[in-house]
């Protein structure tokens, strides 16, 4: 079993930065993560993932460039950080882990066992 535990959001002006982190806590620090995002009335999408194998990410076009997800071994923590902030980028932040090794990382939230409880991330116009 594998908990997941978020913090770092909140309200941030437009063009404002915010770091998110995700603190895992079980029998291992799981390989693939990945932070998806929900907005009012939408469906929850994948911002993007990692493998902390070999580091490589993925990212939707809509964050390219402005995001960075990256994960701390040592703390057993995955982080997003997130700058140029849009109030488009306003949603519940969720991070989120498979079980076992996946090659390459999954996007579909379907392939994810393990949720944190989201964190509430708001731009402001």
Same mark, same amino acid.
């Given at each position: 079993?594998?908990?997941?535990?978020?913090?770092?959001?909140?309200?941030?002006?437009?063009?404002?930065?915010?770091?998110?982190?995700?603190?895992?806590?079980?029998?291992?620090?799981?390989?693939?993560?990945?932070?998806?995002?929900?907005?009012?009335?939408?469906?929850?999408?994948?911002?993007?993932?990692?493998? @902390? !194998? =070999? #580091?490589?990410?993925?990212?939707?076009?809509? *964050?390219?460039?402005?995001?960075?997800? $990256?994960?701390?071994?040592?703390?057993?923590?995955?982080?997003? @950080? !997130? =700058? #140029?902030?849009?109030?488009?980028?306003?949603? *519940?932040?969720?991070?989120?882990?498979? $079980?076992?090794?996946?090659?390459?990382?999954?996007?579909?939230?379907?392939?994810?066992?393990?949720?944190?409880?989201?964190?509430? *991330?708001?731009?402001?116009?």
């Amino acid at each position: 079993q594998v908990q997941l535990v978020e913090s770092g959001g909140g309200l941030v002006q437009a063009g404002g930065s915010l770091r998110l982190s995700c603190a895992a806590s079980g029998r291992t620090f799981p390989i693939n993560l990945a932070w998806f995002r929900q907005a009012p009335g939408k469906e929850r999408e994948l911002v993007g993932n990692i493998n @902390r !194998m =070999n #580091s490589i990410t993925y990212y939707i076009d809509s *964050v390219k460039d402005r995001f960075t997800i $990256s994960a701390d071994t040592a703390r057993n923590t995955l982080h997003l @950080r !997130m =700058n #140029s902030l849009k109030p488009d980028d306003t949603a *519940v932040y969720y991070c989120a882990a498979s $079980s076992g090794v996946r090659i390459p990382t999954p996007r579909s939230s379907a392939e994810y066992a393990y949720w944190g409880q989201g964190t509430q *991330v708001t731009v402001s116009s």
